[in-house]
T-cell receptor, first 111, second 116 residues
């Protein structure tokens, strides 16, 4: 089983729609969680960290469910500019271990 | 510098050729990471430096891959006797902290390697 699993999509949604992505992780000792955004032929960029209490940044809401070992990203009022690949990222433990990336979920917002 | 700088941006190599990819991290960032990203995949970890020490090289796919960061700043990823399966984007990232914990990474634009 992969350490971080995501539905690759694509998710094709109209402008203004609400869309949610889920991601599961296999290691219960995982400490840190992030969502990264990657535009076509560009580098990944940090979108937001995911905290145990959940967090919101404008139209974006991230949730963590430790019991079920999944994190989610909710995007409200989708914009054309939200079209990208969203990477779920996990840090397995607090030691010197690098971040582990999922394969990404591709989102296309359509006018 | 203001961001992570990678060079070259694109590299075409003939199979069997050696290549060297350069990464110049954000000034003062302790940690430096190399990732490989194949088309349609997420970034896969290759190796990690904390200052000049290579703490983890478990992701390097074969002994043809070698990385160094001799003075704790600029890093070079070298691939010897390139093969077609080495074709990918090689991403370098740096982080202020000693792991990704709590900080996340800043990525460079990557080097797109094509082996023909």
């Amino acid at each position: 089983r992969k350490e971080v699993e995501q539905d690759p999509g694509p998710f094709n949604v109209p402008e203004g729609a609400t869309v949610a992505f889920n991601c599961t992780y296999s290691n219960s000792a995982s400490q840190s969680f992030f969502w990264y955004r990657q535009d076509c032929r560009k580098e990944p960029k940090l979108l937001m960290s995911v905290y145990s209490s959940g967090n919101e940044d404008g139209r974006f809401t991230a949730q963590l469910n430790r019991a079920s070992q999944y994190i989610s990203l909710l995007i409200r009022d989708s914009k054309l500019s939200d079209s990208a690949t969203y990477l779920c990222v996990v840090n397995v433990n607090s030691g010197n271990t690098p971040l582990v990336f999922g394969k990404g979920t591709r989102l296309s917002v359509i006018a | 510098g203001a961001g992570v700088s990678q060079s070259p941006r694109y590299k075409v190599a003939k199979r069997g050729q050696d290549v060297a990819l350069r990464c110049d991290p954000i000034s003062g960032h302790v940690s430096l990471f190399w990732y490989q990203q194949a088309l349609g995949q997420g970034p896969e970890f290759l190796t990690y430096f904390q200052n000049e020490a290579q703490l983890d090289k478990s992701g390097l796919p074969s002994d043809r891959f070698f990385a160094e960061r001799p003075e704790g700043s600029v890093s070079t990823l070298k691939i010897q006797r390139t093969q077609q399966e080495d074709s990918a984007v090689y991403l370098c990232a740096s982080s202020l902290g000693t792991t990704g914990l709590g900080y996340g990474y800043t990525f460079g634009s990557g080097t797109r390697l094509t082996v023909v």
